[in-house]
C-alpha cells in the first residue's frame, strides 16, 4: 500500500535477519524504496549502507545525497554523518565551517558521538575558534551519556584542568568506567591511578590487573612493566588471575 515506515522496517528485518536469512543487499533495496518514498530512517539507512559500501556499490556521493535528505529533515543521526562526509572532504567539498554547524546541531539533539566530535573541533579550533572551556563542556556531556571514547578524554582533561576544574577523584573515575568497558586506554590510565594512588586508593595488585587488560588491547608502558616486574611472585599471580578472570566474564557478557 505504499507505506514509506513499513518499507523500512522490511529493510531493518533483512539488514538484522530477524526471522529471514540476513541479506544486506535485499535490505539496500528496501531502504531505497523508503527513501525515494519520504521516509527519513530509510534515507539514513540506504545513505550510511552507500558510504560504506554494504550491500551496495560504494557510492559517497550518492549516500551524501541521501544523508543531506535525512538531515535537511531534522535527524541528528544522519546531520552527524553528514559532518563526518563535509570534514573529510569525501561525497561533500571539504568545509570545516559547515561540518562543524552540523555537528552543533546534533551535539545540541543530544548525539552523544557528536558532543564528543565538537569538543574535539573546539579543542583543535577546526571551524571554528579554538575554546578549551567549549571543549571539556561538550566531552563533558559525552562522557556522562557514558560514551567511552568521551570518558577517557574528559578524565585526562579532568587530571590536567584544561576547561575545567581539576578533580582527580571523578577522573579516575571516568578513567575506571572506560576501563571496564574494555577501552585499553582507559584500562591503561586507571592502571596508572591505581599504580600511584592518584584520585584512587593505591593497590599495585590491581594497577597491574589493569595494566595486564592494557596491554592485550595494544597499549604498552615501560613504567607498569617495571611495577609489574617489582611484585613479588604471589601478587603477581594474583594480578595475572584477576585479568584472566576480567577477561573471561567480559566475553560471557
Not at 529493510?11 to 521516509?39: C, F, N, S, T
Not at 545540541?108 to 569538543?119: M, S, V
Request: aromatic letters at 8%; glycine letters at 12%; proline letters at 2%.
Amino acid at each position: 500500500k505504499g507505506e514509506p515506515q513499513a518499507h523500512t522496517l522490511i529493510g531493518r528485518i533483512h539488514a538484522d535477519g530477524l526471522g529471514v536469512p540476513q541479506d544486506q543487499v535485499v535490505a539496500a533495496k528496501w531502504y531505497a524504496k523508503a527513501a525515494e518514498l519520504g521516509d527519513v530512517e530509510g534515507a539514513l539507512a540506504v545513505g550510511t549502507m552507500l558510504v560504506q559500501g554494504r550491500g551496495v556499490a560504494k557510492d559517497v556521493v550518492l549516500g551524501a545525497r541521501y544523508l543531506e535528505a535525512a538531515a535537511q529533515r531534522g535527524n541528528p543521526l544522519a546531520t552527524y554523518n553528514l559532518a563526518l562526509l563535509f570534514l573529510a572532504g569525501t561525497g561533500k567539498p571539504e568545509n570545516p565551517i559547515r561540518a562543524f554547524h552540523l555537528m552543533e546541531y546534533s551535539a545540541e539533539q543530544g548525539l552523544p558521538a557528536a558532543q564528543y566530535d565538537l569538543g574535539t573541533l573546539y579543542t583543535s579550533g577546526t571551524g571554528t575558534t579554538a575554546n578549551i572551556f567549549e571543549a571539556a563542556r561538550w566531552i563533558g556531556r559525552a562522557a556522562a551519556a557514558g560514551y567511552v571514547d568521551a570518558e577517557v578524554e574528559y578524565g585526562i582533561l579532568l587530571f590536567k584542568g584544561h576547561g575545567v576544574t581539576a578533580d582527580e577523584l571523578r577522573g579516575a573515575w571516568y578513567f575506571r568506567t572506560a576501563a571496564e568497558k574494555g577501552n585499553a586506554v582507559g584500562q591503561n590510565r586507571y592502571a596508572r591511578c591505581l599504580a600511584h594512588g592518584a584520585g584512587v586508593e593505591m593497590n599495585l595488585v590491581e594497577a597491574v590487573k589493569w595494566h595486564l587488560l592494557a596491554k592485550q588491547g595494544g597499549v604498552e608502558d615501560k613504567s607498569l612493566d617495571e611495577i609489574a616486574a617489582k611484585l613479588s611472585n604471589a601478587d603477581r599471580l594474583a594480578a595475572e588471575r584477576a585479568a584472566f578472570a576480567w577477561r573471561e566474564q567480559a566475553l560471557l557478557n
